[in-house]
């Protein structure tokens, strides 16, 4: 069982930053592939970026890319998202997740470990 802790949520305006944080306490696991996804108000769970067991590849859904950017500390067991240039739309509650066996990284069912999510919101 791997336990993930979201952090860094928060209330921006619109065109500001914020960068989420997840944590594995206790554990390494750099050999997972960590994502992050999202879900909004009366909205199905999305994809928003994810990243390879190494760290040397990400992918990014089409909404986030050029705007978002994943990174990681490996010492602090820990994975990064950071958000450039949020807008409303980008409004929602944001989920890591990670799971050493990945086919799919935008897809959330490869996915068996989850945090409790981070609430992200941004004013107009």
């Known amino acids: 069982q791997v336990q993930l802790v979201e952090s860094g949520g928060g209330l921006v305006q619109a065109g500001g930053s914020l960068r989420l944080s997840c944590v594995a306490p206790?554990?390494?696991?750099?050999?997972?592939?960590k994502a992050w996804f999202r879900q909004a108000p009366g909205k199905e769970r999305d994809f928003v970026a994810a990243?390879?067991?190494?760290?040397?590849?990400?992918y990014y859904a089409d909404s986030g890319k050029g705007r978002f950017t994943l990174s990681r500390d490996t010492a602090k067991n820990t994975v990064y998202l950071q958000m450039n240039g949020l807008n409303p739309e980008d409004t929602a509650v944001y989920y890591c997740?990670?799971?050493?066996?990945?086919?799919?990284?935008?897809?959330?069912?490869?996915?068996?470990?989850w945090g409790q999510g981070t609430q992200v919101t941004v004013s107009s």
């Open positions: 206790g554990r390494t696991f750099s050999n997972y592939f």
């Open positions: 990243m390879n067991w190494s760290g040397g590849a990400a």
């Open positions: 997740a990670a799971d050493p066996y990945v086919s799919d990284p935008s897809a959330e069912k490869y996915y068996a470990f």
